[in-house]
């Protein structure tokens, strides 16, 4: 097990940002840190990396890191941006650790599980987006790290390349500890084994990914992973649904179903994704949010099942009234 405790505070010329997180990390988990720009998820990665300064504490496993450089922390890091060294072939980049460390894997047979053999020879200006990203968990990979830190590794990709990698990676990360940083739920609900949500440098909710997912604690993580946040007072009898506040995720919603557990509803909107339609439904005085199949008539029906409503605590300001 990995476990780190950050307690510090960055500062740069512009602004000032308090980062508090204590977190476990299983071997051979992958820890996914969600949350939207500004949550300070890529701050804390490079905090455990040693890559700022800080005024607190940061520790590993009990042991504070203070003073200790980025490369005598046992991580492998993989950029956004890829960081390759423009001098190296590719070949070299993944080669480049090797010297440091004793356990080492073999560069080519990570450049040939990534797709990328051919490309031994080549320089990294020379690469798409995708390839780039594949060399850059290859190197990360040959070193042998205690841990992967991956900060938002395909963000910068087109849909297609993410998708591909994405699988890739879940492949690569099934036996490794992993910390990965990411803003896209979908990405977190594919490599994650349990996700952390984070919220102005605080961990706002951890656990497994169904459980976060399913059952958010308050309305700021019911909302980021996309469920609709309703009372329960706004909405018809039929869908016995609780006098509290709720979430609900779109995929529970079933649309245009003909049975007494359904209720009136009106489509105000529909938006295509893929192979599903998003749509936005007035239902009582309450907004519903659905996947559908089809796209719906105007006037239509939802159902919920009673055991789909979760109910939110209005503990703190993320959860309380917001004069809905």
Request: charged share 30%.
């Given at each position: 097990?990995?476990?780190?405790?950050?307690?510090?505070?960055?500062?740069?010329?512009?602004?000032?940002?308090?980062?508090?997180?204590?977190?476990?990390?299983?071997?051979?988990?992958?820890?996914?840190?969600?949350?939207?720009?500004?949550?300070?998820?890529?701050?804390?990665?490079?905090?455990?990396?040693?890559?700022?300064?800080?005024?607190?504490?940061?520790?590993?496993?009990?042991?504070?890191?203070?003073?200790?450089?980025?490369?005598?922390?046992?991580?492998?890091?993989?950029?956004?941006?890829?960081?390759?060294?423009?001098?190296?072939?590719?070949?070299?980049?993944?080669?480049?650790?090797?010297?440091?460390?004793?356990?080492?894997?073999?560069?080519?047979?990570?450049?040939?599980?990534?797709?990328?053999?051919?490309?031994?020879?080549?320089?990294?200006?020379?690469?798409?987006?995708?390839?780039?990203?594949?060399?850059?968990?290859?190197?990360?990979?040959?070193?042998?790290?205690?841990?992967?830190?991956?900060?938002?590794?395909?963000?910068?990709?087109?849909?297609?390349?993410?998708?591909?990698?994405?699988?890739?990676?879940?492949?690569?990360?099934?036996?490794?500890?992993?910390?990965?940083?990411?803003?896209?739920?979908?990405?977190?609900?594919?490599?994650?084994?349990?996700?952390?949500?984070?919220?102005?440098?605080?961990?706002?909710?951890?656990?497994?990914?169904?459980?976060?997912?399913?059952?958010?604690?308050?309305?700021?993580?019911?909302?980021?992973?996309?469920?609709?946040?309703?009372?329960?007072?706004?909405?018809?009898?039929?869908?016995?649904?609780?006098?509290?506040?709720?979430?609900?995720?779109?995929?529970?919603?079933?649309?245009?179903?003909?049975?007494?557990?359904?209720?009136?509803?009106?489509?105000?909107?529909?938006?295509?994704?893929?192979?599903?339609?998003?749509?936005?439904?007035?239902?009582?005085?309450?907004?519903?949010?659905?996947?559908s199949s089809e796209e719906p008539d105007t006037e239509t029906t939802?159902?919920?099942?009673?055991?789909?409503?979760?109910?939110?605590?209005?503990?703190?300001?993320s959860s309380g009234d917001d004069g809905e």
């Amino acid at each position: 097990m990995l476990r780190f405790d950050v307690r510090a505070a960055f500062r740069d010329e512009a602004t000032t940002f308090d980062v508090a997180a204590d977190l476990a990390v299983e071997t051979g988990e992958t820890l996914c840190l969600l949350g939207p720009s500004g949550s300070g998820k890529t701050l804390l990665l490079e905090l455990l990396a040693g890559f700022h300064g800080y005024d607190g504490t940061i520790a590993l496993d009990g042991r504070s890191l203070e003073g200790r450089p980025p490369e005598e922390r046992g991580f492998g890091f993989v950029f956004q941006d890829h960081a390759l060294f423009p001098h190296r072939s590719v070949r070299e980049n993944v080669a480049f650790g090797l010297r440091y460390h004793d356990d080492t894997r073999d560069p080519d047979a990570l450049l040939a599980r990534f797709g990328v053999a051919d490309l031994a020879a080549r320089s990294p200006d020379t690469l798409s987006g995708g390839e780039a990203q594949r060399v850059a968990l290859a190197r990360a990979l040959a070193v042998r790290p205690d841990a992967f830190l991956l900060d938002e590794p395909l963000a910068a990709l087109d849909v297609p390349t993410r998708e591909r990698l994405r699988d890739d990676l879940v492949d690569a990360l099934a036996d490794e500890t992993a910390v990965y940083v990411t803003h896209d739920r979908t990405t977190a609900r594919a490599v994650a084994d349990r996700v952390a949500v984070l919220r102005d440098g605080r961990v706002a909710q951890v656990g497994p990914v169904d459980a976060v997912f399913e059952r958010p604690t308050d309305r700021f993580v019911a909302e980021f992973t996309g469920a609709t946040v309703v009372r329960g007072t706004d909405l018809p009898a039929a869908l016995d649904a609780p006098a509290e506040r709720l979430a609900v995720r779109p995929e529970h919603v079933d649309v245009g179903l003909d049975t007494p557990a359904a209720a009136p509803a009106r489509v105000t909107r529909v938006v295509r994704e893929d192979a599903a339609y998003r749509v936005t439904l007035a239902v009582g005085d309450a907004t519903l949010v659905a996947y559908s199949s089809e796209e719906p008539d105007t006037e239509t029906t939802v159902r919920v099942p009673p055991d789909r409503w979760h109910v939110l605590a209005d503990a703190d300001g993320s959860s309380g009234d917001d004069g809905e």
